[in-house]
């Protein structure tokens, strides 16, 4: 029988993962309120972390190899994030170990967002948390209060995610509503297939994870380079330079050394081959 892992809040990434799990010999079920938007591939189960989770746990066999969670706010707010983040995965815990299926892997999703550095400089699992927005310290909490239970457990800090369907940054320039920041700030990012092959590389090549990983490319970048690179690759005229309101992700160069150090290997290492593959159609959308 193949191990099973066990993928709640199974949205693009969530899927993707799953995918990739299964690609690797797994069985990945997949949880989301609509699992008949699942491909074929996962054992999709209809259900939400707030309601009924019976469903879930009759899917399962007597023992769970992994469980990653995935979870996405309804809402950018404190508590649509600790709902999502906090007491979502407190309770599919409690309902696992009750039925005596405690994961024997478990890695969380988590955020750069969880740093509150502002000044450019470098960033990485060891940098104090000191988030300064509204959804930060809800996700310091979801990190403190999984490793007080799962001290074994993995969260894994995602830095801005794009990839198929993931197109903000093009769209703006397209529309003509981009603008360079000035002042300039340090972004970073990650496309969503290198996030999904992480997680399994993770929970699958890893013998002893650390409790911490940053989930970033190797290009910590001033956001308006990436903006003249997307308008070069469109032919599109550069945009404007102008202030711009700063965004949650604040100004900092995040660091994947402790990543890269358990032999994984990026397939887009920088927003170049990343956004070029974006361009040109390659990757799979899921709902």
């Known amino acids: 029988m193949p191990p099973t892992v066990l993928i709640a809040g199974c949205g693009d990434l969530g899927t993707e993962t799953g995918l990739r799990f299964v690609a690797a010999g797994w069985r990945a079920i ?47 707010t404190e508590d649509a994030y600790r709902r999502a983040y906090v007491t979502g995965l407190e309770r599919l815990l409690d309902v696992l170990d009750a039925a005596d299926r405690a994961p024997r892997r ?24 000191e988030p300064t927005s509204v959804t930060g310290p809800v996700l310091v909490e979801a990190e403190r209060s999984l490793h007080a239970r799962r001290p074994d457990a993995i969260s894994f800090r ?48 890893v013998a002893e994870p650390a409790p911490i990983y940053l989930g970033v490319d ?46 994984f290997d990026l397939a887009y290492p920088t927003y170049r081959e990343g956004y070029r593959a974006v361009l040109a159609g390659v990757g799979t959308r899921h709902p």
């Open 106 to 129: 478990l890695l969380a999703v988590s955020s750069t967002a969880v740093y509150g550095v502002e000044d450019g400089s470098d960033v990485d699992e060891d940098t104090p948390t």
């Open 30 to 76: 997949g949880v989301r309120r609509s699992a008949d938007k699942l491909p074929d591939e996962l054992d999709g189960v209809s259900a939400d972390l707030a309601g009924s989770l019976d469903p879930v746990v009759a899917t399962l066999p007597e023992t769970l190899d992994a469980l990653v969670y995935t979870p996405a706010a309804d809402e950018r």
């Open 218 to 263: 190797h290009a910590p970048v001033d956001r308006g380079e990436v903006l003249r690179f997307l308008a070069a690759e469109l032919g599109l005229p550069t945009p404007p330079t102008g202030p711009v309101e700063r965004r949650r992700g604040g100004d900092k160069r995040c660091r994947n050394d402790r990543l890269v150090a358990t032999g």
């Open 158 to 205: 995602l830095a801005g995610i794009y990839g198929p369907g993931r197109t903000w940054l093009i769209d703006q320039v397209r529309s003509g509503e981009a603008v360079i920041p000035d002042p300039p700030v340090t972004t970073n990012r990650i496309h969503r297939d290198d996030a999904a092959r992480a997680i399994v590389h993770l929970i699958t090549s």
